[in-house]
């Protein structure tokens, strides 16, 4: 038993000189191969910004016809000339990306101010057991508070979540079937999976009473997307509630970005239901986070209407310039508060704003 | 539950920490719940298929011992043992492809059926089920006394370290052990770490390094140059090697670390100086399975010459579709039994060709080596190939497009990889890496292991392939 001792201990020295070596000559280079989006944290930090916004799809998409490719981030920082503000936008990423990023910029870094995006959608069963987790919870190994080679071990040893395709679907399947609507009134349906089903076999009727299938596919889209409950146990609670604690230790400012959500659409297709359950979430996140030190919520929950939103056939947060401008016109008055001294004069912008033509279908 | 994974390093510890605390006569049921989770791991239900063979066997088992004296009886229950378990592996391994290829030959006479099916093969079966049948067989041949221990016969069925890919027991090996009473030994420990860890070295480091060119060219064929194909055809020998040399090995350090010694599968496979050897070499658990309950009843060497031929191409046929169920596999079974009767043909005819004289005898060696390795590589497409298309699309490419196409560029890294690995291949010819570390001094010991730890985790592919036997 001694020897075992002892050879414990010299494994332990073994893996402290490993670490070492691993940390100072190839930590790097696996951090730019397989958790490339350090990178943007540090793009951050070699660009001294002050301000950061983490972004996901909605700050990178434009319809196909726009000239104007510019995001919302871009519209926000023109109000701010004098002010560096960054962008950290990833596709499909979510509040647990963005901790990991933002956990990542040394605390010597010029950041005050982070806006954060808060998508209605991204706590729902369908983006939180998403099948793109299993390659977004790999790159975040990497990133882990642990010693790096503990880290690469880790990563070497799938710690991360590894499912296919199917599993992810099972899980989401699973949710949608257990999880509970919590109605307070009386609802015919127990459950996302009951109503998606009961809206596809009645389907979508025009007011000639016809029915749409295109329509009826899109609405149970909708009830997917936006038929859930928010509660303190959904993991992307924990998530901004994590951001909240890592901002309030760090100082800095936090702005929660809540997205514009196509309202028309889903009263369209669905109708109070569906309303209620996203006005019930929408409230649940005002609540939670809007009355805490340090955070405020920029509500475009319903500020953007049906016609400026790019994907007519799917629930996205993608929208055209005019959507885009508005949303980042209300986030740049909330930060104007951090920045008053550097807010530009708005006439100029709000002009522009004015002279884009809503996008007509 | 895979070994490369993080269940795994936190699961055998356990395991084997739980095996020393406890007392021998609790071992079982331990080691018997850990292999459960172990197997549950990936499907659970897949259990209850796993329960089937193993009341069935353990019955038969029992009953041909009760009827020992009578030879008719025994041989029922060993048939309807034998069966059964067949039964199992032709429904869950051999229906979808059954299926599959009466639709087609329905549709090229012209009827429209849909016979096929869509049965998901639970994982290990070919291996448990053999191993099951080794068990019934040495019972029926009176080399075998009965399991009357339900528990330890599940055990010997699920030991989890072989449970998935072997290697393919026999009672007379781990159902003794799993009797024995077993101490705590440093030496075990010692031996057990340094299996695993050469076994991780071998599969994370370079099999999966390998895997990464291999899945890339044999998915793009169209855009590399006979060059890389012929390139890929290498690495994919030793991704094929190094992936289920690296498990076996894993599966040996991890029995080890709980004293037990399972057996070796494989003698530096790529050694060899013939075919013959090589399957001496390569598998060894599936090899000396279809000698002893093939090859042997069917009359072995001791026949004929048309006869024996007959016998390889039987044992031959049968390994191939074992690994699985496609005409691919039979192709490749029934290619390595042709080469190993044309060598016994051109040995006859030519008696001294096999033998090197004169003043290069090593040199001779290494030809002959270089040419089974070559021949084995050939086969692997076969293998590898998902379907005739593929296989007839590789071997074109191989050899029709050295002009067009990309050149596969391939990191200094993963020749270092490789490298190190087929000299390691050399040093451990005649033994294994627990053994041949055992006499180098403490420096150098701990230098390989520090050098073995680092590579395993920090220059370890992320890509995690499956272990490529799991599919069998």
């Not at chain 1, 007519?312 to 993608?318: A, D, K, L, P, R």
């Not at chain 2, 070994?3 to 739980?18: C, Q």
């Not at chain 2, 890929?232 to 029995?255: E, H, K, N, P, W």
């Not at chain 2, 090859?295 to 024996?308: E, T």
């Amino acid at each position: 038993m001694k020897k075992l001792l002892i050879r414990i201990g010299m494994v332990l020295a073994m893996l402290l000189l490993l670490n070492w070596v691993y940390s100072k000559w190839f930590f790097e280079k696996d951090l730019r191969t397989h958790s490339d989006i350090v990178e943007l944290s540090w793009q951050v930090v070699d660009d001294s910004c002050r301000i950061i916004y983490l972004g996901e799809s909605s700050n990178n998409h434009f319809g196909d016809d726009e000239p104007n490719h510019r995001k919302i981030s871009n519209f926000t920082a023109d109000y701010f000339p004098t002010v560096k503000m960054g962008d950290l936008t990833k596709e499909a990423s979510h509040a647990q990306t963005h901790y990991y990023l933002l956990k990542h910029i040394p605390k010597e870094s010029t950041v005050e101010t982070v806006v954060e995006t808060m998508n209605l959608r991204s706590f729902g069963a369908g983006w939180i057991y998403s099948d793109l987790e299993t390659a977004l919870r790999k790159q975040l190994v990497l990133l882990e508070d642990y010693p790096s080679l503990m880290n690469r071990f880790l990563l070497a040893f799938e710690a991360y979540p590894v499912k296919t395709k199917d599993e992810w679907n099972a899980l989401v399947m699973e949710h949608w079937r257990n999880d509970p609507l919590g109605f307070p009134y009386d609802f015919e349906w127990d459950n996302t999976h009951q109503w998606d089903s009961v809206m596809a076999w009645r389907g979508w009727h025009d007011a000639e009473g016809r029915r749409d299938q295109q329509k009826t596919e899109l609405a149970c889209h909708y009830i997917k997307s936006y038929g859930f409950q928010i509660t303190d146990e959904n993991p992307r609670v924990k998530d901004f509630d994590a951001i909240v604690e890592l901002c309030h230790e760090r100082g800095w400012n936090l702005v929660f970005n809540l997205m514009a959500e196509n309202v028309d659409k889903a009263n369209e297709l669905v109708g109070k239901d569906l309303m209620f359950l996203m006005q019930r979430n929408r409230e649940y996140l005002l609540n939670r986070y809007g009355h805490l030190p340090g955070v405020t919520i920029v509500d475009n929950f319903d500020l953007v209407r049906d016609a400026e939103f790019i994907d007519q056939n799917w629930t996205t947060e993608h929208y055209y310039e005019y959507g885009r401008r508005l949303i980042a016109d209300h986030l740049a008055e909330t930060l104007k508060q951090f920045y008053p001294t550097d807010y530009h004069n708005p006439d100029s912008l709000r002009f522009a704003v004015r002279q884009v033509e809503p996008h007509l279908p | 539950m895979v070994f490369n994974s993080i269940a795994f390093v936190v699961f055998l510890p356990i395991v084997v920490l739980l095996f020393y605390l406890l007392p021998h006569k609790w071992r079982w049921l331990m080691l018997l719940a850990a292999s459960c989770v172990f197997y549950m791991w990936f499907v659970p239900k897949y259990i209850l298929i796993l329960l089937v063979t193993i009341v069935i066997d353990y019955a038969a088992g029992i009953l041909m011992e009760r009827y020992a004296d009578e030879p008719r009886k025994k041989k029922t229950f060993m048939i309807i043992s034998i069966v059964s378990t067949l039964t199992v592996l032709l429904v869950f391994k051999y229906l979808n492809f059954i299926t599959e290829n009466l639709d087609q030959l329905c549709a090229s006479l012209g009827m429209e059926t849909h016979l096929v099916t869509h049965i998901i093969l639970p994982i290990g079966l070919s291996f448990h089920t053999f191993q099951s049948m080794s068990y019934v067989i040495e019972v029926y041949r009176g080399h075998q006394k009965a399991e009357r221990h339900f528990g330890y016969y599940s055990l010997y069925v699920m030991f989890f370290p072989q449970l998935v890919t072997g290697p393919i027991e026999r009672p007379g090996n781990l159902l003794r052990q799993l009797h024995e009473k077993k101490e705590f030994r440093y030496e075990n420990i010692s031996k057990g770490m340094r299996l695993i860890l050469f076994g991780f070295f071998v599969k994370m480091v370079v099999a999966d390094h390998l895997g990464e060119y291999v899945d890339e060219v044999y998915g793009h064929l169209d855009e590399y140059n006979s060059w890389s194909v012929l390139l890929c055809m290498v690495f994919y020998s030793f991704q094929i090697y190094c992936d289920f040399f690296g498990y076996s090995t894993i599966a040996l350090g991890s029995a080890k670390l709980m004293g037990f010694d399972i057996t070796d599968n494989f003698r530096s496979p790529y050694l060899s100086k013939s075919i013959a050897e090589f399957w001496h070499r390569w598998h060894i658990s599936l090899s000396t399975w279809f000698r002893d309950y093939v090859y042997i009843p069917l009359g072995g060497s001791r026949v004929k010459f048309g006869r024996w031929a007959f016998n390889i191409m039987v044992v031959f046929v049968l390994s191939g579709i074992w690994h699985g169920a496609a005409w691919t596999f039979l192709l490749w079974g029934f290619a390595h039994g042709l080469l190993h009767i044309a060598e016994k043909v051109l040995r006859r005819a030519l008696p001294n060709s096999g033998r090197v004289k004169g003043a290069y005898p090593l040199v001779g060696n290494a030809l002959r080596v270089v040419k089974t390795f070559l021949l084995v590589t050939l086969f692997w497409v076969m293998f590898r190939a998902t379907d005739f298309e593929h296989l007839r699309s590789i071997f074109v490419t191989a050899f029709t497009n050295f002009d067009g196409g990309e050149q596969m560029s391939v990191k200094p890294g993963t020749w270092l990889c490789l490298g190190l690995f087929i000299l390691s291949d050399i040093l451990l010819r005649n033994t294994r890496f627990d053994a041949w570390c055992e006499d180098k001094p403490l420096v150098m010991r701990w230098m390989i292991y520090a050098v073995l730890v680092f590579m395993v985790i920090a220059c370890s592919s992320v890509c995690n392939f499956p272990f490529i036997y799991f599919q069998f």
